[in-house]
C-alpha cells in the first residue's frame, strides 16, 4: 500500500494556528471526489462505502468530509483501481516526470486559488486557506481534467 497523503502530516508543525485540523483535508478531498467522479476507485473502497460514494456524487458530503469519515484522513492506493493509482502516482507526486513537464497536483491547486484570491484582490495565505466549497471544487476539477488528458497523451507517447 502506498500513501499519497494524510491530513494529519499537514495539521502539525507549521499548520496555521486558528484553523480547524479539518482544513488539511480540503486539497485531498477535491482530488479524491475528482477519482470517485471518474470511477477510478476501487472495488474495495465502492463494497465498503457504496452509501457513502452516494452521499459524495449527490453533494450530500464533500470530498473532505468523505475522506475523514470513510478514509480515516488518509488518500491511498487502495481507494483507487489501476488507472486511478496510475494516475495519482504520476500526478499527485511532485516529483515524477509527468509532473515534471507539467505540474503536480498541489502545483496546479496552488497557482487555481492564488489566481482567484488575486482576482478578488485578496491574500492567499496557504492552501489550508481553501473554503471547502462546491464552487471551489468545480474550479480545480477543471484543471484536473485536462491534467488527466494530457496524462493520457503522454502515457501513449
Known amino acids: 500500500m502506498s500513501k499519497y497523503d494524510d491530513a494529519s502530516w499537514h495539521y502539525g508543525g507549521d499548520y496555521p494556528q486558528g484553523l480547524a485540523d479539518e482544513c488539511a483535508a480540503t486539497h485531498i478531498g477535491m482530488f479524491l471526489k475528482w477519482c470517485i467522479e471518474k470511477k477510478l476507485y476501487s472495488q474495495e473502497l465502492f463494497e465498503d462505502s457504496e452509501q457513502e460514494i452516494e452521499e459524495l456524487l449527490e453533494g450530500e458530503l464533500t470530498g473532505a468530509e468523505f475522506l475523514?469519515?470513510?478514509?480515516?484522513?488518509?488518500?491511498?492506493?487502495?481507494?483507487?483501481?489501476?488507472?486511478?493509482?496510475?494516475?495519482?502516482?504520476?500526478?499527485?507526486?511532485?516529483?515524477?516526470?509527468?509532473?515534471?513537464?507539467?505540474?503536480?497536483?498541489?502545483?496546479?491547486y496552488t497557482s487555481v486559488f492564488n489566481q482567484k484570491a488575486h482576482q478578488a484582490n485578496q491574500h492567499f495565505d496557504s492552501i489550508y486557506h481553501v473554503a471547502d466549497t462546491q464552487e471551489n471544487y468545480l474550479l480545480i476539477k477543471t484543471v484536473i481534467d485536462k491534467r488527466y488528458i494530457e496524462w493520457l497523451a503522454y502515457m501513449s507517447e
Open 68 to 108: 475523514l469519515e470513510v478514509c480515516d484522513e488518509k488518500f491511498v492506493s487502495y481507494d483507487l483501481n489501476e488507472q486511478g493509482n496510475a494516475f495519482a502516482k504520476a500526478y499527485y507526486d511532485e516529483d515524477t516526470a509527468f509532473t515534471a513537464k507539467y505540474n503536480s497536483y498541489l502545483e496546479d
